[in-house]
């Protein structure tokens, strides 16, 4: 099982698009680029996006940079499961990203919606192929046609050579074993459920080690909640205020890292990786700063007895 990931080193830490199509807030073309240059010059060869990310902005801005970079020494991902079409009604996106909305997202798991996908996320890159294909968000959308429909058109592209690997990108540990179970997968991408503040994946993780599925994290710093060394009053968990138990939690994690000399982000970037199943940690920027500071975390020793000592605070 997973055999493709045997030909694909993703490193330690990979780049999330998400910021750079302009989640949340609209940030500047050249800003964009410099971030994504920023990884590259840190030595990021992990590149993640799709077209739900400011309805194809992130794969736009992703490619300006990488199209002009040796094909051979970066992989890509992108995913698919959403079309977009042209949207007449104008506007701003309505899913949380600063575009207009010049395009809609049309739900599309059939064979068909998924080779056009792929189509279209090319020529938005300005590449000839993306090396992973991901399922994107079949939790959220409908489960069973993922399984029934996605996943085996998924299958036959990296058969035919169109696709190196293959994969989802869910939210739902649940929902990502059943595809697991489901079919033959290189990658999982899971979304804030094995981090240094939770991990109710765990049953996940030892599936995907014997089926050798390999897991690429996301959502390490829980909405941001890990993402400073001191955790403020007004800290986002699961992408809404931090409730003040979960707040508690973080701050005695924050406060067994300081023992040790280390950063909270810090420890929530690697801890990750301790898992045999995690293949790599991708983690979304919207500065060269931020990138800088994430490939300086994920480069920071960590004295093995801080791992104890977090796992004393689950017993707290």
Not at 74 to 94: A, M
């Amino acid at each position: 099982m997973g055999t493709a990931m045997n030909s694909l080193d993703l490193g330690k830490l990979g780049f999330g698009g998400a910021g750079i199509g302009n989640l949340y807030r609209a940030i500047p073309d050249g800003e964009a680029l410099a971030t994504v240059l920023a990884a590259w010059d840190a030595g990021i060869r992990y590149f993640d996006t799709a077209p739900h990310y400011g309805l194809g902005l992130s794969e736009q801005r992703l490619g300006a940079v990488l199209r002009d970079k040796p094909r051979n020494e970066f992989i890509i991902s992108t995913k698919v499961g959403r079309l977009l079409e042209p949207n007449s009604s104008g506007g701003q996106d309505p899913e949380g990203f600063d575009v207009p909305a010049t395009t809609r997202r049309v739900w599309d798991f059939s064979e068909a919606g998924i080779r056009r996908s792929i189509e279209d996320s090319l020529e938005r890159l300005g590449l000839d192929h993306v090396d992973i294909a991901y399922l994107h968000d079949a939790d959220v959308h409908d489960l069973q046609a993922g399984i029934s429909q996605g996943l085996p058109a998924l299958e036959k592209l990296r058969d035919e050579g169109v696709v190196r690997a293959i994969g989802v990108g869910l939210n739902s540990a649940e929902a990502a074993l059943e595809c697991v179970e489901a079919a033959d997968l290189d990658l999982v991408m899971l979304a804030g459920r094995y981090t240094l503040l939770e991990q109710p994946s765990v049953p996940l993780l030892e599936r995907c080690v014997e089926r050798r599925t390999g897991v690429v994290n996301v959502g390490a710093y829980n909405s941001g909640l890990l993402a400073r060394p001191e955790v403020p009053d007004d800290a986002h968990y699961n992408y809404n205020q931090a409730p003040p138990t979960v707040l508690a939690r973080a701050r005695r994690l924050a406060a067994a890292c300081r023992d040790f000399g280390v950063d909270l982000p810090t420890a929530a970037l690697q801890f990750p990786l301790r898992h045999p199943a995690v293949v790599n940690v991708t983690v979304g920027a919207t500065s060269p700063e931020q990138v800088v500071t994430n490939a300086a975390r994920m480069g920071a020793p960590v004295p093995e007895e801080l791992w104890a000592a977090v796992e004393a605070t689950r017993r707290d």
